[in-house]
């Protein structure tokens, strides 16, 4: 079948769903982080019982909810669009990637969509004890939400807790709590949250700069600047933490994903780490003799520090991955690309003369055959892989992406220093320049969440599932101008939706908490 799949089909899939996921992801970490900001305000209203806090918490729940509203819809795509451009991948993997999504729908869609009506709908109609309950569980749900759409992708990049069966010709999941509680699946649910109430932070005080480069509502502004940059310094420190804690699981299950974030080609003991580097444009395969950068300064050994947490541990390179041959931690002689690639096509030849002995009740055969699969299993995704250059992601692009996550990660941890400084020391009601350093930081949150998920995406290519599935083996078949017609129609659906709820926001935003 793969034969006969225009490349073109695979292009244009992927790029219909980056560009559902990335219109996605403007809408959902902005949800996560209002939801803490509008559970601590309403909760000053209900130990001070002062009206100014409810009608402050209002106003950011007005723009929680249009926010919200328009996330769902994207999700909603979202999650079709695994059915309708990815039905081989569907097939392979449905059993175990369907679950953690039917959990989302069943347990946190829901729960979301019951309190927040009552957050909405309920002041004054209910007790003051049970609408804080509403609004943290509100809040609660999309948290909860969120942690099995990132366990579901977790999986994606770490696939355990299954096992492949052949008479059924799909994987099938025999550990729910491998799935569930995997350490990656873990790290990313809490590096990818704090993201998002780092974004809700900055987009919290940006705007409240905004009420005070108009002199209009100071306590409501510098009130909700205090409580927001509180919230985004701690969880843009935790984030730096879990950030750690992704590099050494992405070493761990990923090194070529490592090796492409570093635009590393050739593994050391002591590798140090790219602080400042620009690749060379010249560089176009991993074996060509061209120097990866034009010029480069490194943190000595730190990069060993993360991948291995030794300073002279080993870190293989693009070229020892594809090469193989060097020593992995178990001892263990690492196979090329070359042997994997062999071995996959050997695990599709066993997995085809199952298929055809389990057809006509050859017992014996199937036994032989199953053998042969369990051997070469692990490698099955490699034996649709036609070059091996094809396992070399985009480098500069998750080198670059890479660079621009960290550098804005430090960049908000001292911004909000900078506002919390100004707000308990100076009077930054005065302060116009920092209004507008807020007011620019706001996209800059947006870009930081935007390049994190082009690492964790575009740095684990060619795989749909990591060493299991390659994107070129988990496409639906069709055809290539329905896939473009629907790529330009989500285009400007999508941004017929962002442009609307821009200015639904900028409505609100100028009317401001005391018109609510």
Same mark, same amino acid.
């Given at each position: 079948? *793969?034969?006969?799949?225009?490349?073109?089909?695979?292009?244009?899939?992927?790029?219909?769903?980056?560009?559902?996921?990335?219109?996605?992801?403007?809408?959902?970490?902005?949800?996560?982080? $209002?939801?803490?900001?509008?559970?601590?305000?309403?909760?000053?209203?209900?130990?001070?019982?002062?009206?100014?806090?409810?009608?402050?918490?209002?106003?950011?729940?007005?723009?929680?909810?249009?926010?919200?509203?328009?996330?769902?819809?994207?999700?909603?795509? $979202?999650?079709?669009?695994?059915?309708?451009?990815?039905?081989?991948?569907?097939?392979?993997?449905?059993?175990?990637?369907?679950?953690?999504?039917?959990?989302?729908?069943?347990?946190?869609?829901?729960?979301?969509?019951?309190?927040?009506?009552?957050?909405?709908?309920?002041?004054?109609?209910?007790?003051?004890?049970?609408?804080?309950?509403?609004?943290?569980?509100?809040?609660?749900?999309?948290?909860?939400?969120?942690?099995?759409?990132?366990?579901?992708?977790?999986?994606?990049?770490?696939?355990?807790?299954?096992?492949?069966?052949?008479?059924?010709?799909?994987?099938?999941?025999?550990?729910?709590?491998?799935?569930? *509680?995997?350490?990656?699946?873990?790290? &990313?649910?809490?590096?990818?949250? =704090?993201?998002?109430?780092?974004?809700?932070?900055?987009?919290?005080?940006?705007?409240?700069?905004?009420?005070? $480069?108009?002199?209009?509502?100071?306590?409501?502004?510098?009130?909700?600047?205090?409580?927001? /940059?509180?919230?985004?310094?701690?969880?843009?420190?935790?984030?730096?933490?879990?950030?750690?804690?992704?590099?050494?699981?992405?070493?761990?299950?990923?090194?070529?994903?490592?090796?492409?974030?570093?635009?590393?080609?050739?593994?050391?003991?002591?590798?140090?780490?790219?602080?400042?580097?620009? $690749?060379?444009?010249?560089?176009?395969?991993?074996?060509?003799?061209?120097?990866?950068?034009?010029?480069?300064?490194?943190?000595?050994?730190?990069?060993?520090? =993360?991948?291995?947490?030794?300073?002279?541990?080993?870190?293989?390179?693009?070229?020892?991955?594809?090469?193989?041959?060097?020593?992995?931690?178990?001892?263990?002689?690492?196979?090329?690309?070359?042997?994997?690639?062999?071995?996959?096509?050997?695990?599709?030849?066993?997995?085809?003369?199952?298929?055809?002995?389990?057809?006509?009740?050859?017992?014996?055969?199937?036994?032989? /055959?199953?053998?042969?699969? &369990?051997?070469?299993?692990?490698?099955?995704?490699?034996?649709?892989?036609?070059?091996?250059?094809? =396992?070399?992601?985009?480098?500069?692009?998750?080198?670059?992406?890479?660079?621009?996550?960290?550098?804005?990660?430090?960049?908000?941890?001292?911004?909000?220093?900078?506002?919390?400084? *100004?707000?308990?020391? &100076?009077?930054?009601?005065?302060?116009?320049?920092?209004?507008?350093?807020?007011?620019?930081?706001?996209?800059?949150?947006?870009?930081?969440?935007?390049?994190?998920?082009?690492?964790?995406?575009?740095?684990?290519?060619?795989?749909?599932?990591?060493?299991?599935?390659?994107?070129?083996?988990?496409?639906?078949?069709?055809?290539?101008?329905?896939?473009?017609?629907?790529?330009?129609?989500? *285009?400007? =659906?999508?941004?017929?939706?962002?442009?609307?709820?821009?200015?639904?926001?900028?409505?609100?935003?100028?009317?401001?908490?005391?018109?609510?």
């Amino acid at each position: 079948m *793969l034969e006969h799949i225009d490349t073109s089909l695979i292009d244009w899939s992927r790029a219909q769903f980056a560009l559902t996921a990335i219109y996605h992801w403007i809408f959902v970490p902005l949800t996560l982080g $209002l939801a803490v900001i509008m559970g601590i305000m309403e909760t000053m209203y209900y130990r001070t019982g002062d009206e100014f806090w409810k009608r402050t918490a209002k106003f950011w729940m007005k723009l929680f909810g249009i926010n919200f509203a328009v996330g769902v819809a994207t999700g909603l795509i $979202l999650e079709f669009e695994f059915g309708t451009n990815w039905s081989n991948y569907s097939w392979f993997v449905g059993d175990i990637f369907g679950a953690p999504l039917a959990i989302e729908g069943i347990l946190a869609f829901f729960m979301e969509a019951t309190f927040i009506a009552v957050m909405f709908f309920g002041w004054d109609k209910v007790s003051k004890r049970f609408h804080l309950a509403s609004t943290w569980l509100t809040g609660l749900g999309a948290t909860i939400s969120a942690w099995w759409i990132l366990v579901a992708n977790a999986w994606m990049q770490n696939p355990v807790g299954m096992e492949f069966n052949p008479a059924a010709g799909r994987n099938e999941m025999v550990d729910f709590a491998a799935v569930a *509680l995997s350490p990656v699946a873990v790290n &990313k649910f809490f590096h990818t949250v =704090l993201s998002g109430w780092v974004l809700g932070a900055v987009f919290v005080v940006g705007i409240s700069c905004w009420f005070l $480069l108009k002199n209009r509502d100071k306590r409501f502004a510098l009130s909700s600047i205090k409580i927001a /940059a509180w919230v985004g310094l701690a969880s843009a420190v935790l984030s730096a933490w879990t950030g750690d804690g992704s590099g050494y699981q992405v070493a761990q299950t990923q090194p070529m994903k490592l090796a492409a974030m570093e635009g590393y080609y050739e593994g050391q003991q002591g590798a140090g780490l790219v602080a400042i580097g620009m $690749l060379n444009p010249e560089k176009k395969t991993y074996n060509d003799g061209v120097n990866p950068f034009l010029f480069r300064i490194e943190i000595p050994k730190m990069l060993s520090l =993360l991948a291995e947490r030794k300073s002279d541990a080993f870190v293989p390179g693009i070229m020892n991955l594809i090469e193989g041959g060097y020593r992995q931690k178990d001892g263990a002689i690492a196979l090329s690309a070359e042997e994997k690639i062999e071995r996959g096509k050997t695990a599709i030849a066993a997995f085809g003369a199952y298929r055809a002995a389990m057809e006509v009740g050859n017992e014996a055969d199937m036994k032989v /055959a199953e053998q042969v699969l &369990k051997e070469n299993v692990a490698y099955f995704g490699y034996g649709y892989i036609k070059d091996v250059n094809d =396992l070399v992601p985009n480098v500069p692009l998750t080198f670059y992406a890479f660079r621009v996550m960290v550098i804005l990660g430090g960049y908000f941890i001292l911004f909000f220093i900078v506002v919390l400084i *100004l707000s308990y020391k &100076k009077d930054l009601s005065k302060m116009r320049w920092m209004h507008w350093v807020a007011l620019l930081t706001i996209p800059l949150g947006y870009l930081a969440g935007q390049a994190g998920w082009v690492v964790a995406e575009c740095g684990r290519q060619p795989w749909t599932i990591q060493d299991m599935l390659p994107v070129n083996a988990a496409i639906s078949k069709l055809d290539v101008g329905s896939v473009q017609t629907t790529f330009f129609i989500f *285009l400007l =659906l999508f941004t017929i939706m962002l442009v609307a709820e821009i200015g639904i926001m900028l409505r609100e935003i100028r009317k401001g908490p005391k018109e609510l």
